[in-house]
């Protein structure tokens, strides 16, 4: 039986921000959040049976660079009009563009608003 990944964990200084971020991104629901955690859930995301994917992000003190990269998400889109959509919507919710010497690469790398990297790929 092959494996499935159904959760991703993430640590942030502010999760309630962080996770907000993440789950308008992906255009999925948020729970949680004020109490050091907040999760950004896929619809119908259920752990027992692991049809969707969530991203808990969890509170700790250090700032994003205190030590190495916490997580690091790629998110596919069908084309490059569609990758340019997407990294519009991503700069409007805060986030930016991050040059991690990637060069001259038909991806764009970003940083959510606590810094932590991702990049938007486009089907070649």
Do not use: Y
Not at 53 to 68: F, Q, R, S, Y
Not at 76 to 101: I, M
């Amino acid at each position: 039986m092959a494996l499935r990944p159904v959760l991703v964990n993430m640590k942030a200084l502010d999760d309630t921000a962080v996770g907000r971020f993440r789950a308008e991104a992906l255009g999925w629901e948020v729970s949680g959040g004020g109490d050091g955690a907040t999760a950004a859930k896929s619809a119908g995301f259920d752990r027992l049976d692991p049809v969707g994917l969530c991203v808990d992000v969890i509170a700790v003190p250090e700032p994003e660079g205190a030590t190495k990269n916490r997580v690091h998400l790629d998110l596919a889109t069908a084309s490059a009009a569609q990758q340019a959509e997407l990294v519009a919507r991503l700069g409007a919710l805060g986030a930016t563009p991050v040059d991690v010497g990637q060069g001259d690469v038909p991806w764009t790398v970003l940083a959510d608003p606590e810094g932590h990297e991702f990049c938007v790929l486009a089907r070649s």
